[in-house]
Nanobody, 129 residues
Framework: EVQLVESGGGLVQPGGSLRLSCAVSGFSFSDYAIGWFRQAPGKEREGVSCMSGTDGVTSYADSVKGRFTISMDNAKNTIYLQMNSLKPEDTAVYYC??????????????????????WGQGTQVTVSS
């Protein structure tokens, strides 16, 4: 069974940094794509960043390029999202997700907003002074 548990959210001032973690179990990174998504109140969920564990291809939403970095640590079975230069508009619940097969293929082609099947419970990130 695929399981994902996010942590690391919190309250940060504009311009600050946070690192989100997603502890995973039940699958091998080499066969899966992983992604970070976010949903703000009243808005649709959006793909923030995705990465294929097969070949390391990454993609980022335009709104976070140059500020956020996705990574994975195979030894720790953990996915990270390093978020720098945070803005109030980054405020949202952040979710990690994982999937294999067609979704991994899409992520390897640079598509992040794919229909991932496994999700974590989410962690709140609030950027405010």
């Amino acid at each position: 069974e695929v399981q994902l548990v996010e942590s690391g959210g919190g309250l940060v001032q504009p311009g600050g940094s946070l690192r989100l973690s997603c502890a995973v179990s039940g699958f091998s990174f080499s066969d899966y794509a992983i992604g970070w998504f976010r949903q703000a109140p009243g808005k649709e969920r959006e793909g923030v960043s995705c990465m294929s564990g097969t070949d390391g291809v990454t993609s980022y939403a335009d709104s976070v390029k140059g500020r956020f970095t996705i990574s994975m640590d195979n030894a720790k079975n953990t996915i990270y999202l390093q978020m720098n230069s945070l803005k109030p508009e980054d405020t949202a619940v952040y979710y990690c997700a994982a999937d294999s097969g067609p979704v991994n293929t899409l992520v390897r082609l640079g598509v992040c907003n794919a229909n991932f099947r496994s999700w974590g419970q989410g962690t709140q990130v609030t950027v405010s002074s």
